[in-house]
């Protein structure tokens, strides 16, 4: 099935109609009120349905603290010059439009007994319903030798924003010949393809402008999402460029050290020009915060996204720990429609579809050569379950890869504009 930026949306708006007229709540608030923290494919898709869909009988704030979101999705394509740093760079006139009140600031508290969070520049916001999604961090000690004040040296790039400038223009000034690293995370971690895709647009910038590069990629686990995809693209577009070091070649034996630009692979230390680390991930640090997590991730009631702890507190996107589905921008905006619809039901009255949930990923392995992996989902009591799916064949013709590849720029813009609405 063919996705494009007016399917997208289209669905989208069908599976939130509001069927009922929203009543207000006499609790001695003028309207019920929802903030939501974070401002990305989550967060900022569940303020806009939510304030689009009550038609103001909803009091919405988002919280977020950066004025211009840059997706972390596409941001790769950026690294192999594909896209633009602009291209990816999203801000938030729309929802403003829409009725939702940004609040660029920062969450510092949340007190879920009196139902506040408290923000860095002292304001306090009640709330009658919390949505958390703030992405991912990083877990301490996940790569001996690194931490985030070695982010300089060795960037994550695992945000959108700096890091992936500084990471393209440290790629842009490796010698000739040089070395590139990577340290790619063990489960679960946001976007499964993603490191692999970051490869495969690293070797796509090298090939064009410093084709004797080596890619080395240390790798904590056996397999990985898309793998024969990615390994049959690399022989056929790259070869010999890449050297994938796995779990049974000890990939999972890894430290680096930032100040001599080394990488030690099972004992066998390398000097690198550039070293991508990618470690450890955990949900943001706000829902530890809040205490709404298990340790690393927050479980939450699969029909609705509630956390286990607080029905009041939702967390949506890579924070959650939901069951089947990937940490992906796809399923956190499909995550955030299901939240949405739920939340807006139980402050105005107004009628919840059954949850159902949706997820593609698409990867680009060199220009115009896209593969795709996604499924459909449905909520058990249990978690969210995967009902079917799908993955791109080896093996495929140029044609199909590139409507693949066209294929994810119609869903791109479609996201984009689902998330943030039009622009102004």
């Known amino acids: 099935m063919k996705i494009n930026r007016r399917f997208f949306i289209g669905t989208a708006a069908a599976a939130s109609a509001t069927l009922s007229a929203p009543m207000v709540l006499a609790d001695g608030h003028t309207k019920p009120r929802v903030v939501v923290v974070g401002g990305g494919a989550g967060g900022a898709t569940a303020a806009r349905y939510i304030a689009k869909d009550s038609k103001g009988a909803v009091d919405v704030i988002l919280v977020e603290p950066t004025r211009t979101y840059f997706t972390c999705f596409f941001s790769n394509l950026y690294l192999g010059g594909i896209k633009k740093a602009d291209d990816l760079g999203h801000t938030y006139g729309g929802l403003a439009a829409a009725g939702v009140n940004v609040v660029h600031d920062w969450v510092v508290d949340v007190d879920r007994d009196v139902k506040t969070v408290s923000l860095a520049g002292g304001a306090t916001l009640r709330y009658d319903k919390l949505i958390l999604s703030p992405g991912i961090d990083f877990v301490d000690g996940a790569v001996p030798?690194?931490?985030?004040?070695?982010?300089?040296a060795m960037p994550h790039a695992y945000k959108g924003g700096s890091q992936t400038e500084l990471l393209k223009a440290q790629l842009m000034a490796m010698p000739e010949g040089g070395t590139f690293a990577m340290v790619a995370p063990p489960n679960p971690y946001r976007?499964?393809?993603g490191p692999?895709?970051?490869?495969?647009?690293?070797?796509?910038?090298?090939?064009?402008?410093?084709?004797t590069a080596k890619i080395i990629v240390a790798d904590p686990k056996p397999k990985f999402?898309?793998?024969?995809?990615f390994q049959e693209g690399w022989a056929d577009q790259y070869g010999g460029m890449i050297d994938w070091i796995g779990e049974d070649f000890g990939g999972g034996?890894?430290?680096?050290?930032?100040?001599?630009?080394?990488?030690?692979?099972d004992g066998e230390e390398t000097k690198v020009d550039v070293c991508n680390v990618i470690p450890a991930m955990k949900a943001g640090r706000i829902t530890e915060i809040a205490g709404v997590t298990d340790g690393n991730w927050a479980p939450v009631n699969a029909v609705d996204m509630s956390t286990k702890a607080d029905a009041d507190v939702y967390v949506l996107g890579d924070a959650s720990q939901q069951g089947d589905m990937p940490k992906s921008g796809f399923s956190a905006?499909?995550?955030?429609?299901?939240?949405?619809?739920?939340v807006r039901g139980a402050l105005t009255d107004s009628k919840v579809f059954p949850a159902k949930f949706s997820n593609t990923c698409w990867s680009l392995i060199d220009a115009n050569n896209g593969v795709k992996v996604g499924a459909t989902y449905e909520a058990t009591d249990e978690k969210i379950a995967k009902v079917d799916g799908f993955i791109s064949a080896t093996g495929e013709s140029a044609e199909v890869r590139q409507k693949t590849y066209e294929e994810s720029e119609g869903w791109y813009a479609g996201i984009t504009a689902?998330?943030?609405?039009?622009?102004?």
């Open 225 to 229: 999402s898309k793998m024969a995809l």
């Open 253 to 265: 034996n890894v430290s680096v050290d930032p100040s001599a630009m080394t990488v030690s692979i």
């Open 333 to 342: 905006n499909s995550q955030a429609k299901v939240c949405a619809n739920a």
């Open 196 to 211: 692999y895709e970051r490869v495969s647009m690293v070797a796509h910038y090298l090939k064009a402008n410093n084709p």
């Open 418 to 424: 689902d998330m943030f609405g039009a622009k102004v």
């Open 145 to 152: 030798g690194w931490d985030l004040t070695s982010q300089n």
């Open 191 to 193: 976007c499964p393809p």
